[in-house]
């Protein structure tokens, strides 16, 4: 009977231990697995300036979170990347730009300006939005500056 009662106490000591290890083991993976962290996530963006018109060009922008004097040559070309922690799919939020075409010209673009009046740096509408090369998550947003932002800042100019 000392073989039995030292088997079975033997047996049930191992149960209790593994019911512990399995009860331990469990609350870990669930007090793990529970824990939801906030992240943010940041998302490459570029913003493009491109200058198709025969006139040199100064832009300064207001922003909250990206101030920019930027001068493009004729044809010229500027750059900028940076991360967003908006999402990838958010356009850049310009407040205010001031255009000077020649160092003549000036026309104020502004983001409470109505949608679709004039080619706006500040509506994101206005811009052409791509997706980066090495990046799928990343978005590139190209303002072209033609032509007709020449025409438009010469007459903004004649009428002030």
Not at 11 to 26: A, E, Q, Y
Not at 57 to 69: C, F
């Amino acid at each position: 009977m000392d073989n039995f009662a030292s088997d079975f106490k033997h047996k049930s000591h191992m149960k209790t231990t593994l019911t512990r290890v399995f009860t331990i083991g469990f609350a870990m993976i669930f007090a793990l697995a529970g824990c939801k962290k906030d992240v943010d996530y940041s998302y490459p963006m570029e913003i493009v300036y491109l200058n198709e018109t025969g006139h040199s060009i100064s832009l300064t922008i207001s922003s909250d979170y990206t101030p920019m004097d930027i001068v493009l040559g004729k044809g010229g070309r500027y750059s900028r990347t940076w991360a967003s922690g908006s999402g990838p799919n958010y356009p850049p939020q310009l407040t205010e730009a001031k255009v000077v075409f020649d160092d003549e010209y000036t026309v104020f673009h502004r983001i409470t300006d109505q949608p679709g009046t004039y080619h706006n740096v500040c509506n994101s509408a206005d811009y052409k939005c791509t997706t980066m090369n090495d990046v799928k998550t990343g978005r590139v947003y190209t303002f072209t500056f033609t032509e007709e932002d020449y025409n438009y800042a010469v007459n903004a100019s004649k009428a002030d």
